[in-house]
């Protein structure tokens, strides 16, 4: 077994293993990201119809686990420790892992948040100028991936030369790489966390209920925070052992996973809310004047949310149904208050409404009566 000659490479070196670092948020991730997303697809199959937003949200989960296997299997071959202590066959299939763990990495980091602003354009999709913005900036986060998933398969040539040392290769500045990636996902973060803010802001609401629907979009400056700490990180410290100088793929293990659970947390609000309304009272419907009048009531178009019944009658001749007209009758940001109508915004598609004649049963009891009436005349 070959001996290693232990010293102090650089300032600072330290023969601690900081596979923990990376361990212990993806074993909390792994565990909490489907549990998640199960509660959002029950909730939503409970009020609606599964979306395409939906589909790209479990197309995200699928590529954040398989980040995750990556790397408890980059921890198993010494990912952690310095490479000068890895035996060289577990630093090539380290950095092997680590090659394709980048990829698979930005490609459902950036699902992520192309089925955020899914959700958003869902939302508010009667807003023109909102609506072509999000749907721009998916058209950007998307051309973005396939252009940044190219260049990390071909940051070196042959490929191979990636993660096999033997092997001659020209590689580009992974340095430049990380950080120009990591000001590019920032930039998006920022953007998606303010864009629905004018229109949060502009509803016609109390101001109590602008203020609990802050929270909601709010939750992605917890993202925006730890992609500013991880750009931070690669800004102030140049990567000297790939294996050992880990705290740039903590912050992405973060980043990625805590973006996941800001997707799916609105859902499970509103679970919470309607399986058990006396525990998880909508802080909005509280902020309601006990006088108030639902929206609906009063012929409004606010946040009301109407339970239409099945038949009307209409002057005992006929009698509608009204049904969904769409996949996606009504979407809640907030879910319902004490008093019944939604509190937050709710947005309805359509609805169909079907006529169908109905001969009363007095109907020819008073046409024969009729008829007798002029034969006596």
């Known amino acids: 077994m070959a001996s290693h000659d232990f010293h102090e490479p650089y300032p600072g070196y330290s023969d601690e293993n900081r596979a923990h670092w990376v361990l212990i948020p993806t074993i909390l991730f792994t565990i909490i990201c ?21 589909w790209i949200s479990a197309l995200a989960l699928l590529f954040n686990l398989i980040t995750n296997v990556l790397f408890f299997a980059m921890v198993r071959h010494g990912f952690g420790r310095h490479s000068d202590v890895i035996p060289r066959e577990d630093l090539f299939t380290t950095l092997r892992i680590w090659f394709f763990g980048q990829i698979t990495h930005k490609i459902a980091l950036h699902l992520t948040k192309v089925s955020l602003l899914l959700l958003y354009v869902r939302i508010f999709s009667h807003v023109r100028a909102f609506k072509l913005t999000a749907n721009g900036l998916i058209c950007f986060i998307v051309a973005y991936m396939i252009s940044s998933t190219v260049v990390g398969i071909c940051q070196c040539l042959p490929v191979v030369s ?34 629905p803010f004018p229109l949060v802001f502009g509803l016609h609401i109390p101001l109590g209920q602008k203020l609990a629907l802050m929270p909601v979009f709010g939750l992605g400056i917890f993202i925006v925070v730890v992609s500013a700490l991880r750009v931070q990180s690669l800004l102030v410290s140049r990567v000297t052992d790939r294996t050992f100088d880990i705290i740039g793929t903590l912050w992405t293990i973060i980043e990625l996973n805590l973006a996941f659970v ?37 012929g409004g178009t606010g946040g009301g949310m109407r339970t239409w019944p099945n038949k009307i009658e209409l002057e005992g001749r006929h009698w509608s149904r009204v049904g969904e007209g769409g996949s996606d009758s009504t979407d809640e940001i907030l879910p319902p208050g004490e ?13 169909d409404v079907e006529f169908e004649l109905v001969i009363s049963p007095l109907a020819p009891a008073a046409a024969c009566a009729g008829r007798a009436n002029t034969a006596q005349d």
């Open 34 to 54: 489907p549990v998640l997303l199960a509660i959002r697809i029950f909730a939503r199959r409970a009020t609606t119809t599964l979306d395409t937003g939906d």
């Open 162 to 195: 990636a993660w096999d040392l033997d092997i001659p290769g020209k590689c580009l500045n992974l340095y430049i790489i990380w950080n120009m990636n990591g000001v590019v996902s920032l930039a998006t973060d920022v953007i998606i966390l303010v864009l």
């Open 262 to 298: 800001c997707l799916c947390l609105p859902s499970v609000r509103v679970l919470l809310v309607r399986t058990w309304p006396q525990v998880f009272k909508s802080s909005v419907g509280r902020s309601q004047t006990s006088g108030a009048t639902p929206a609906y009531a009063r």
């Open 339 to 351: 008093d019944g109508p939604s509190a937050g915004i709710t947005r309805t598609v359509r609805y």
